[in-house]
């Protein structure tokens, strides 16, 4: 394995290509080598392509960089972060992976592929089993790892722990944060004083990608978990941190106390990992806890955060949907990878 990974961001002068490079400015085991944008932002220094907008400083490390376009043969990396538009990404993906990259994507092209793992490292871990289905069935010296919806990723990681009550079905209504629909996504005529009752995709999204990521891996295949999901998804005026209220029903018809300590005491043991939050559910018991403005920062912007757990069983869960939710849930897969040798 070498000292230092190298990895390229793809998308990299997007709303997620910045906070990806955020993730990556100071990381112990990745350095950014290669940034790739649209041939309207190849050929310029980065600073002149890419329209920052973090409240962080543009680091000086990337700064002058030259953005190359989506191309394998431009692209200088052990991994490549994908931030791609999904219907670009379907194609420029695949071609990346077969050209030996490893191919961390937040993009929804291949999340429900059968054969591509899609994974939060702290809930299915052993999904990254499929990797030797993929390539196996692909030809591909390289691979695509893919990571969840921002408002599956806030969510599953509470389910997880309510399947040993027998987790039968889920009700959830979310509040997204404009951001997710990125930076020129929703006008703010739209959104100021407003609620926006629909999302495009996004109900199905909510709705199947939990099946995967609860299922079991039985050593060449998913089997989806047999939940029923229902999901209304709502854009609210805030800027990040998808927040969500949701019911759960289990066969255990367990107590919101029990409910309570198996999220404290949810510690799926990864352990090493540089930006794994500590703990993954931050547990808040106040009455009006958890709020985006409050608690997305929490872990860095990786913790999750649940409260009011009420009979019902009854909670509320906010995430950040670009962090946790996005360039943060890529990095954090990659981290698995090489942990586990696979990078
Ligand atoms: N996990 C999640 O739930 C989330 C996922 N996402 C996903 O992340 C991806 C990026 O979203 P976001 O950052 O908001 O998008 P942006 O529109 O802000 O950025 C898109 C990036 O892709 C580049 N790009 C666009 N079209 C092309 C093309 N034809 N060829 C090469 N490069 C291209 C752009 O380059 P240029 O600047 O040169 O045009 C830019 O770098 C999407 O797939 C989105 O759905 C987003 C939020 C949360």
Redesign the pocket.
Known sequence: MPEVIKAGI????????QRFIQALENHPWFEITSL??????AGKTYDK??NWRLESKLPDSVKDMKVV??DPKKVDADVVFS????D??KT?EAEFAKEGFVVAS???AYRMEKDVPLVIPEVNADHLGLIDVQQDKRGWDGYIVT?????T?VMVPTLKPLMQFGLESVTVATMQAIS?A????IASMAILDNVVPYIGGEEEKVETEPLKLLGEFDGTKIIDADIEISASCNRVPVMDGHTENIWAKMTQNPTPEQVREAFLNFNPGLGDLPTEPNPVLIVRDEPDRPQPRLDRNMGNGMGITVGRIREGIRYTVMGH??VR??AG?SVLNAELLHKLGKL
Not at 182 to 185: E, L, N, S, V
């Open positions: 793809l998308g990299a002068t997007g709303a997620v290509g790739a944008a649209s041939e309207r932002s392509a890419a376009p989506v931030a791609l538009p999904s670009y990404a420029v937040n993009a929804s990571n969840p919806n921002c408002s990723i997710g990125g930076y020129d996504g949907n670009t939710g996005a849930a």
